[in-house]
């Protein structure tokens, strides 16, 4: 004990010497958070950044350092992490593919979500970038964002290959542990010239470009002028590195050669099934479109910016894009149509030489974000309001899978075109609706729960996450040990249901657990307050901690500790009536083969049967399913992606989803109370999205 007492001390002296021109950030206790900031600091952002916002921006950098995998610098702030995997992909593979960032409470590394985290994230830095550089969080920016990039550029080292996935799903899935017994050997897999992956060689372009920019000097314009120093658009000077871009922009050139060269032009999972039911891609030409985009924004090339116009109408133009909208509805890792009209303008807005029609992506981004402000898109409400919130942005079908990261790529979208709109109450009312997203995240709703663990007394604090929890036993996730061992701060969590509750279990996956992507938007949102509030003058009206919204503290600096709800679920519910893990996961073993029998004498395999059982909580475990589509019982590439999704559970009348749900990320496609006539509208209106196929929960027993 003493020896490794002497380590910690150790490793916490070398870090604080690494950077000896400058005080580390360590996040500090949560009842930090609720101590008002000074009103003379409120009253002059410029001179003297808010605390609490410097803090929040903090921890979810922080987050990242928990996240990492390979061998650890010396100067790693988060003590409790070891190296691991220093070997990852050499024993299988032959291939270097050590460091990286672990996906979300598990293991795995996964390409196509770390690009877009990537990409979201270089994004939000060229626009908000003040944000960093008031906060002295750029460095750890630069961290971040190094770490998952030099990781992408091993990835793509190999001739005309990607390689897109590592490790082993039914190994992860069983295992619940810290960084040191992580099962091996683990397998990586690749997409090639020959075999490609055109969505995640895109995707990959996207944010090698993206980052380039960034590290180039770039920044992205606000506003309807271009950048220019004040009024938050200065660059991160201190993440200047011209080598670095050039080597970030060759990589994006050789992906973007491979995803537009590679014939067929095809998803991924077509060449590597591993990820079929991990993290399948639903389209590849919006990725295409970014990724062109941003390769005409970092290299002023009009041939990229020709191209990704070809792509973007041909993906507004596709079978998926005519039955949505022009711009689709969710914007997450996979779905990024959202994403492309916003950028085109602002592309457009920075360099005229593109010879983009600002007009016309003009009148598409404010086509869609129309919609997303005021929950008029297809399939998209509130949640229920209360007299703190006015709720939570809900998409069906993408939300029950986690709910804040679509509400808050979506606060971002309208956070980072608000200055492009003509009509200045279109703009604030823009700004509102980002903010009451952002807010309602940090502690304006009918929990009094702040979604950020360690922020606040308040905060979520069991997430679902191996390394944070320090257990071994998977049989009593909940409860081995009590409480976490180590906070996880910074993390977001998925966050509550369509009743804005939130049940603070770690095997509640679906609404603990964190991930790569869902920290993403919260940090250009946050960099956007801190450079707004520096930068725009306060009405002296809204100077108040209590207030929230960009002018005053976080909302959680009001909350009183110890107000935060916590629900109970009912008897029917995965954690009510006192049943253990191994009971839940035998009853709904005996519910599938119920359920099986069922459907078999009666002959009822038609959807709306389907669709009547799930409503009322049978549920096929993970093997059933597989054996029902073997025998082609399932109705497979229609409704269920592979594997059998249970209905998505409100408050603990219906089945829960992450009691049996075999994919922890997956989306749930059968939360919509009214069937859709056909298969193409069901996939147009709710996605065919399909993330993790981790059986964790159901390897337990």
Request: aromatic share 10%.
């Amino acid at each position: 004990m003493r020896f490794i007492t002497t380590l910690l001390i150790a490793g916490s002296l070398l870090l604080t010497a690494s950077r000896a021109q400058n005080q580390v950030y360590l996040p500090p206790d949560a009842n930090n958070g609720t101590i008002p900031t000074a009103a003379s600091v409120l009253s002059h952002p410029a001179k003297e950044t808010n605390t609490q916002y410097t803090n929040l921006l903090g921890n979810l950098l922080w987050f990242y350092e928990a996240q990492r995998s390979g061998a650890l610098p010396l100067d790693n702030r988060v003590l409790w992490r070891n190296s691991s995997l220093t070997d990852d992909g050499q024993a299988v593979s032959h291939v270097d593919l050590s460091g990286g960032y672990y996906d979300a409470g598990d293991t795995i590394k996964a390409t196509l979500p770390l690009s877009w985290t990537l990409q979201s994230a270089a994004w939000g830095a060229a626009a908000f970038g003040q944000g960093y550089n008031l906060t002295g969080q750029a460095e750890y920016l630069d961290g971040m964002l190094r770490w998952g990039l030099d990781w992408m550029i091993k990835a793509s080292e190999t001739p005309n290959a990607l390689w897109v996935f590592v490790g082993n799903m039914s190994a992860d899935a069983a295992y619940w542990g810290g960084d040191q017994g992580i099962p091996q050997p683990r397998s990586a897999y690749q997409v090639t010239n020959t075999s490609p992956g055109t969505d995640v060689f895109a995707a990959a372009s996207a944010a090698f470009a993206a980052a380039s920019f960034l590290y180039n000097g770039g920044v992205l314009p606000v506003n309807g002028s271009s950048p220019k120093i004040g009024g938050g658009t200065s660059p991160l000077a201190s993440l200047r590195n011209e080598a670095y871009a050039t080597t970030l922009q060759s990589h994006a050139v050789t992906m973007w050669t491979l995803a537009t060269t590679s014939m067929p032009m095809q998803l991924y999972q077509k060449v590597v099934p591993e990820v079929d039911q991990v993290y399948a891609s639903t389209d590849y030409l919006d990725d295409l479109v970014l990724a062109g985009l941003w390769l005409a924004i970092a290299t002023g090339n009009r041939t990229y910016s020709d191209q990704a116009v070809t792509y973007y109408t041909q993906m507004l133009n596709s079978s998926t894009q005519v039955a949505l909208g022009k711009l689709g509805g969710v914007l997450n890792w996979d779905q990024k149509q959202p994403a492309t009209a916003p950028l085109f303008v602002a592309a457009a807005t920075l360099n005229s030489a593109l010879g983009i029609d600002q007009n016309r992506f003009s009148a598409d981004a404010e086509a869609y974000l129309d919609l997303v402000s005021s929950a008029r898109l297809p399939h998209t409400y509130m949640t229920p309001a209360s007299s703190n919130s006015s709720g939570l942005l809900w998409f069906t079908g993408d939300s029950e899978d986690n709910s804040l990261n679509p509400a808050l790529n979506a606060a971002f979208l309208l956070q980072f075109y608000e200055g492009f709109c003509a009509d200045p109450n279109k703009a604030a009312h823009y700004r509102d609706f980002a903010d009451s997203q952002l807010d309602y995240t940090l502690g304006k709703n009918p929990m009094n729960a702040v979604y950020v663990v360690g922020q606040h007394p308040n905060s979520a604090q069991n997430p679902h996450s191996a390394f944070a929890s320090g257990g071994s036993d998977i049989g009593s996730i909940d409860n081995d040990p009590p409480v976490e061992a180590h906070v996880l701060y910074g993390c977001v969590v998925g966050g509550p249901n369509s009743r804005n509750k939130y049940f603070d279990q770690r095997s509640d996956y679906v609404q603990t657990e964190c991930a790569l992507d869902y920290n993403a938007p919260m940090l250009s949102l946050i960099a956007a307050r801190v450079q707004q509030q520096a930068f725009t003058a306060a009405p002296s009206k809204n100077v108040d901690p209590k207030n929230g919204g960009p002018y005053g503290d976080p909302v959680y600096v009001a909350l009183a500790p110890g107000t935060r709800v916590n629900p109970t679920r009912d008897a029917q519910s995965r954690s009510g009536g006192g049943v253990t893990l191994a009971g839940q996961l035998a009853i709904g073993i005996i519910a599938s083969l119920v359920f099986l029998a069922a459907c078999g004498a009666a002959g009822w395999w038609n959807t709306k049967r389907i669709q009547y059982w799930l409503s009322v909580g049978a549920q096929p475990s993970k093997p059933v399913a597989r054996m029902l589509d073997k025998a082609g019982l399932l109705p497979h590439g229609k409704f269920f992606s592979g594997v059998w999704k249970p209905l998505s559970a409100l408050d603990g009348s219906k089945a829960d989803p992450a009691q049996l749900k075999p994919n922890k990320h997956e989306k749930d496609v059968t939360g919509d109370s009214k069937l859709p006539s056909s298969a193409s509208s069901l996939s147009a209106s709710m996605g065919a999205e399909s993330k993790k196929d981790g059986a964790r929960l159901a390897q337990a027993a």
